[in-house]
C-alpha cells in the first residue's frame, strides 16, 4: 500500500494513517522520518519562511505523524521510531533550524518511550550521521561552504552512512525495542559523552579563526535565496 501524506496537514496523516488500519487491519511500528534540510546560513542571514518550515515538517511534522498513530500503537503495544539526528547534540551552526528540530524529537521519543511503557509499547529515538541520500548530496556536496564546515569534524565521522544500512539499523532496533539507534555506531561515544564534549567543542568553535571566517560567509547570504531540500 502506498500512499501520499503532506506533514504539515494533520487532517492528511490522519486519513493516511486510517486507510493504512483499514487496509491491514491494525498498526504495530510507526516509523516517523520526514525531513528537510535548508542551504546553510546564519539565523539572521536565513528567510524567516524558509526557517519556519524546517521546523514545520522535520519537528511538527514528525509529531503530527506519531499522534495520529498513537491510538494504534497502544491498542497493539506496538512500537514508534523518530528519527533524530547527530544534530541532536551537535553545535547547529549553519544550520540552526534542523538542529533545533532534531532535538527536539529526540525528546520526543524519550518522553514517549516512558509514557508509551505502562501500556505495553515502546519507542525509539534513531541518531544518523550523514546519509547519502539526495538531500544531503544537495545540502551539503553542492554547498562548497558546508563542505568546508563538515571538514572541521574528526576524520573518522565522516563517513557516509547508505541508506540500506540505515534501514537495516531501524528494522534491529524495532525487533529489539531498544531506546537509541545510532549509526554509524563510531557516534555513540560522542551521544554518551555529550555533557562533557559539547562544551569543550563549543569553546573550540569560538576559538577557531577559520570557523569564524566561515560564519561570516554565512551572514553574506543574506538576502539570498535559501531552498529547502528533502
Known amino acids: 500500500l502506498g500512499l501520499a501524506a ?5 487532517g492528511a496523516v490522519q486519513r493516511a494513517v486510517a486507510t493504512a488500519v483499514e487496509r491491514f487491519g491494525g498498526l504495530d511500528v ?11 546560513a546564519t539565523m539572521r542571514a536565513m528567510a524567516t519562511e524558509s526557517f519556519e518550515r524546517v521546523l514545520e515538517v522535520n519537528l511538527m511534522g514528525v509529531s503530527r505523524t506519531v499522534d ?15 528519527i533524530a539526528s547527530i ?15 532534531k532535538a527536539g524529537v529526540e525528546q520526543l521519543g524519550r518522553a514517549l518511550r516512558v509514557e508509551l511503557a505502562p501500556h505495553g509499547a515502546s519507542a525509539s529515538v534513531a541518531y544518523f550521521g550523514f546519509i547519502d541520500t539526495e538531500m544531503v548530496h544537495r545540502a551539503v556536496d553542492a554547498d562548497p561552504l ?11 565521522l565522516h563517513k557516509r552512512l547508505a541508506p540500506a544500512a540505515a534501514g537495516e539499523a531501524i528494522v534491529r532496533g524495532i525487533e529489539r525495542r531498544r531506546p537509541r ?8 561515544v560522542l551521544s554518551i559523552l555529550r555533557g562533557i564534549v559539547n562544551p569543550l567543542s563549543d569553546a573550540q568553535l569560538l576559538r577557531d579563526a577559520e570557523t569564524q571566517a566561515m560564519v561570516r560567509e554565512l551572514d ?3 538576502g539570498e ?3 529547502t531540500t528533502a
Open 146 to 156: 558546508a563542505g568546508r564546515m563538515l571538514q572541521a569534524l574528526p576524520r573518522p
Open 220 to 222: 553574506g547570504r543574506g
Open 87 to 101: 544534530y541532536a547534540f551537535m553545535n547547529g551552526i549553519g544550520a540552526i533550524p534542523y538542529a533545533m528540530s
Open 30 to 40: 510507526v516509523v516517523a522520518n520526514a525531513g528537510i534540510a535548508s542551504r546553510g
Open 68 to 82: 495520529a498513530a498513537l491510538g494504534e500503537i497502544v491498542r497493539r503495544r506496538g512500537h514508534v521510531v523518530v
Open 6 to 10: 503532506d506533514v504539515t496537514d494533520r
Open 225 to 227: 535565496e535559501q531552498p
Open 181 to 188: 539507534i545510532v549509526r554509524p555506531r563510531r557516534w555513540a
